[in-house]
C-alpha cells in the first residue's frame, strides 16, 4: 500500500509542475545575451527576394529576472533593401515584454544624425526563444528600402 501511494504521489507532481518545467525550458535564459549575424537576404516592399545591405550582428538581451528583451545591432549598416551610404550615428530602443512562452515584439529606431526629428528606419523584430536559441523576423520600416528577413541567433 505504501508504494502505491508514493507512486500517485509522484505522478500528481509530474503531472502538476511537468507542463511547467517544459514551459520554462522553452523560453529564453535570464541575463543571457543572444547574438547571430544580420540577415543577408530577405523580401523587399515590392516582394521580391534580394539581399540585404547590412552588416554586423543582431544582439538580443534577456533582463536578469526574463521579464523583458532589449534588442540593438552591432553594426552602423541598418538592414536595409536598397544601397545607402549613410550610416546609423543614432540607435535607440527600449525594453520589450517577454511572454511566457518566449515570443516578444520589440522595435530599434535608427538615424543618420542626431538631433530632433523622426527616426530614418524603424526595425521591428519579433521572435520566440527556445532555450540557447531565438528565431524570428526583423521587419525594416524605411520607405522604398523597406521589406523583412528572418534571423536566428545563440545565447553567448
Known amino acids: 500500500m505504501r508504494k502505491r501511494t508514493h507512486r500517485t504521489i509522484a505522478i500528481t507532481i ?6 511547467a518545467a517544459g514551459a520554462l525550458a522553452a523560453a529564453a535564459l ?6 547571430g549575424a544580420a540577415p543577408t537576404s530577405g523580401v523587399n516592399g515590392e516582394h521580391h527576394r534580394v539581399r540585404t545591405h547590412a552588416g554586423g550582428s543582431i544582439m538580443l538581451r534577456v533582463s536578469g529576472n526574463g521579464k523583458s528583451v532589449t534588442a ?16 546609423i550615428r543614432v540607435q535607440s530602443t527600449h525594453a520589450a515584454p517577454l511572454s511566457a512562452n518566449g515570443t516578444f515584439h520589440a522595435t530599434v529606431s535608427e538615424r543618420f544624425s ?8 524603424v526595425q521591428v523584430i519579433t521572435g ?5 536559441s531565438v528565431h524570428g523576423a526583423i521587419h525594416t520600416h524605411a520607405g522604398e528600402c523597406g521589406g523583412i528577413a528572418g534571423y536566428s541567433a545563440n545565447a553567448r
Open 14 to 19: 509530474v503531472l502538476t509542475f511537468g507542463p
Open 30 to 35: 535570464s541575463g543571457k545575451t543572444y547574438q
Open 72 to 87: 540593438r545591432f552591432s553594426s552602423s549598416s541598418p538592414v536595409l533593401y536598397c544601397n545607402t551610404t549613410q550610416r
Open 114 to 121: 542626431p538631433g530632433p526629428g523622426p527616426a530614418a528606419i
Open 128 to 132: 520566440h526563444f527556445s532555450g540557447r
